[in-house]
């Protein structure tokens, strides 16, 4: 008797995944609930279990394959029974890869091989706009309602778009015979293409705009370096400095709440909440996770979050649900020594604050030359919704919570 491997729901809104690498191949020995192979999809990277004990029989879908929630993966056969199919399931799978290439080379970039759902064609029609001018979300690249929604109001129309269709990916130069054997060609992961899209699609979308300032870190720092050993003895946390940036950012939202609103077509959706999204880079990229409800929480709350949160990334173990509902987002380049950067906006948000590098400069302190600990914040915002004023006044409001951090204790 065989036991199907079936692919594990995602998570709300994602509906497929690539299969990465098979940690077994067929006729191998497998335990219950142990790794199988992985799933890619655009915001983690999730572990198969085996379903039961047995032999591995049969895999069905190869790495490179898209899969779809509930899709078949391969068999499992009990005993030893099933080693006499192993061959030819193994021979099924190297012809599956060997036939893959040519089956990508099959449909030409940025078409669809799915017709647009009912609803989306209607109104393509109405905005006199084809399907293969708007990027599809669905299945295959299925043009949905909300894509079509999405194109308009980028200010997408027959005309910009018949004016932009001559921008098409140009075929990378051949490199020189003395070079190419020195190239590695790696093909990007899942979570890569995906943060490469979003990363583009939010500065071809937003009105992106970003401010700076800088901010004194001596109180924050005194304060750390006073009660950082009885913080962590009580709270079994580290007393780091992301407790007190999403704190004061979160202060901030409430005063300025277009930072914390996102746009959905013609209209603003202000969001009375705070999700903060805490940048995190692991080896296969840059993720996000999500400190839900950070603004009803204490600093020692906050710091155990995102501890967790860290882990969890580093790991390879993020839930779909720790990525997903972001309000805004804070990235943190200077625990990798950047001293000044423009963040890019993680769509839809309409803010994400960049912190940089702690460094000792002189300052101006009541008439006299000092030297401070002092870090460069950077505000990149959507000028689409959030006007000049707004921006700068929410960076200066996390400035002083900062430069005072008994305002923060306060609630003030």
Known sequence: MATEIRVPTLGESVSEATVGTWFKKVGDVIKADEPLCELETDKVTIE?????????????????????????????SEGASAGAAAPAAAEKVEKAAA???????????????MPAAPAAAK??????????????????????????????????????????????VVARAPSSEADAPREERVKMTRLRQTIAKRLKDAQNTAAMLTTYNEVDMSAVMDLRNRYKDLFEKKHGVKLGFMGFFTKAVTHALKELPAVNAEID???????????????VGTDKGLVVPVVRDADQMGIAAIEKE???????????????????????????????????????????????????????????????????????????????????????????????????????????
């Open 123 to 168: 109104m393509l029609a109405e905005n006199n706009l084809s399907a293969d001018q708007v990027d599809g979300s669905g299945k295959r690249g299925q043009v949905l309602k909300g894509d079509v929604i999405a194109a308009v109001a980028k200010g997408i129309t027959a005309s910009t778009a018949a004016a932009a269709e001559p921008a098409k």
């Open 48 to 76: 198969v279990p085996a379903p039961a004990a047995g032999v591995l029989s049969e895999i069905t879908a190869a790495a490179g394959d898209t899969v779809a929630p509930g899709g078949l993966l391969g068999q499992i």
């Open 265 to 279: 077509g013609t209209d603003i959706i202000y969001k009375n909440y705070c999700h903060i999204g805490v940048a």
């Open 99 to 113: 036939a893959a290439p040519a089956a990508e080379a099959k449909p030409a970039a940025g078409v669809s091989a």
């Open 306 to 412: 995102i501890g967790r949160l860290g882990k969890a990334a580093r790991d390879g173990e993020l839930s779909m649900a720790d990525m997903q509902g972001g309000t805004f987002t804070i990235s943190n380049g200077g625990v990798y020594g950047s001293l000044m950067s423009s963040p890019i906006l993680n769509a839809p948000q309409s803010g994400i604050l960049g912190m940089h590098k702690i460094q000792e400069r002189p300052v101006v302190v009541g008439g006299q030359i000092v030297i401070r600990p002092m870090m460069y914040l950077a505000l990149s915002y959507d000028h689409r919704i959030v006007d000049g004023k707004e921006a700068v006044t929410f960076l200066v409001r996390v400035k002083d919570s900062l430069e005072d951090p008994e305002r923060l204790v306060l609630d003030l």
